[in-house]
């Protein structure tokens, strides 16, 4: 299994201290463990911004930098080790473990930092935090800041500054390196067997959820501990559902089935989208429509290189999609007027993609200083256009009501263009009617 290295959570701790002001302190919490009904838990799933900087998979720590500190600029609080607790819950790193496995200068048991942590902060002019984002975690942080403002008589300096931590960290992701764009390539691998296997395993008659489990079975076997997010399973009318989550009615014959799944990957995320019909055969209108869809994300690859701006591929997506829906006269009117008043936002609402990594909508402006960002080197992305005709669209002839269809891939920007990581998939009418037809034969 593909990990990012340890060397690389230590580049991005210094890369952040290095934009950190001189005699500053970074306090960031891990993940809190989410109940998911009485006393069972969810599966833990670290904080993205922890584990960017930590690659420590716990909960219950708290993580500090400290620029310039004699004593180590990398402190991680976390659980001790407890033989009863680790026979219950399985193993723990401990203060030891934090140290020689994961990288940490110093580590402290997590039930003394209250009595630690202040100490660290006093006489420090600046905190860095993820302000906002845990209000549980920003409570102890004043009570900590209030502590050390209880001494300020006896010479006590509480910090003067507090800065939210995103801005610095979220722009660090936008960047992906080459050993995380590796872990995504190996993402999009195990994603793009699961959405293959789940076209061969098609038949009318199964349920979204058939289909569903063939994808989770992929995941897992490939070594995915989790979906990135829930998995969607849309047969017929419910893909023009954009986020459909029910993923339980039946396949039938002579309807498409969308699905939009993928894997994480320590925790990176892959994003992929499929639209194929349950018979293995498209329609004409399914076919009209779905070679449309796919005409505008090829637009859009052409779109997406270095200086080129982020809303150019959406804007080619809109483009191609307008003048298809005119040709199929879905659409009346002149094509720039019709995409001047967004009369293609009846059937395409969305848009073109949205940043990729360790979220599966990833963090990362898209505007700067009020203009689109210029794509760069690094930036990793999805290009999902779609079409949906919902069913009571009176507007439109019978014959294409209820087609929903979207195809999506994540590219990482090249120096040249971009790289598609989810090629791996079947794509085109012939492809995925030769892909079914093959499957069918091997089952007969």
Not at 181 to 201: D, L, N, P, Y
């Amino acid at each position: 299994m593909i990990h990012i290295p340890k060397s690389e959570y230590s580049r991005r701790r210094k890369a952040l201290m290095a934009q950190m002001e001189p005699n500053s302190i970074a306090i960031l919490p891990a993940a809190a463990v989410a109940i998911r009904n009485r006393d069972v838990e969810h599966v833990y799933r670290q904080d993205s911004d922890f584990q960017y900087l930590s690659g420590f998979p716990e909960p219950q720590a708290v993580l500090v930098l400290i620029p310039g500190r004699v004593h180590g600029e990398y402190i991680l609080f976390c659980r001790e080790r407890n033989a009863e607790r680790e026979l219950w819950d399985g193993l723990r790193a401990g203060q030891e473990g934090a140290i020689r496995d994961f990288g940490a200068d110093d580590a402290f048991p997590i039930t003394d930092i209250d009595d630690i942590l202040p100490g660290l902060i006093e006489g420090r002019d600046r905190v860095y935090s993820a302000m906002g984002s845990n209000p549980e975690f920003d409570r102890h942080l004043m009570e900590w800041i209030n502590v050390i403002r209880s001494k300020a008589n006896l010479g006590a300096q509480p910090p003067n500054e507090f800065v939210a931590l995103d801005h610095l960290l979220h722009d660090m992701r936008l960047y992906k390196s080459a050993a995380e764009v590796k872990v995504m390539r190996e993402a999009a691998r195990i994603s793009a067997r699961a959405h293959v296997r789940a076209m061969q395993a098609c038949r009318a008659g199964l349920h979204e959820f058939s289909l569903e489990a063939e994808l989770d079975y992929e995941f897992r076997k490939g070594g995915a501990k989790m979906p990135a997010y829930g998995s969607i399973v849309a047969a017929g009318r419910n893909s023009c559902i954009l986020h459909y989550q029910q993923n339980d009615a039946t396949l039938k014959d002579g309807d498409l089935v969308l699905i939009d799944a993928g894997c994480e990957i320590d925790c990176y995320a892959s994003d992929i989208t499929r639209t194929f019909p349950v018979s293995g055969k498209y329609s004409a209108e399914q076919k009209a429509i779905y070679e449309l869809v796919l005409a505008s994300q090829e637009a859009a690859f052409a779109e997406i290189a270095p200086n080129k701006n982020w809303n150019q591929a959406h804007e080619a997506t809109v483009r191609v999609i307008t003048a298809g829906l005119v040709k199929l006269g879905l659409l009346q009117g002149d094509v720039d007027e019709l995409i001047a008043s967004e009369a293609y936002k009846a059937f395409y609402m969305h848009r073109a993609g949205h940043w990729l990594g360790m979220d599966v909508h990833d963090v990362g402006e898209y505007k700067v200083g009020g203009e689109w960002r210029v794509l760069e080197v690094g930036m990793a992305l999805t290009v999902e256009p779609g079409i949906y005709i919902a069913p009571d669209n009176q507007n439109v002839a019978k014959k294409w009501r209820g087609i929903g269809v979207r195809i999506e891939d994540d590219v990482v920007v090249t120096k040249t263009g971009c790289e598609i990581l989810t090629g791996g998939v079947p794509k085109t009418v012939a492809e995925i009617e030769a892909l079914m037809a093959a499957a069918r034969t091997q089952a007969a």
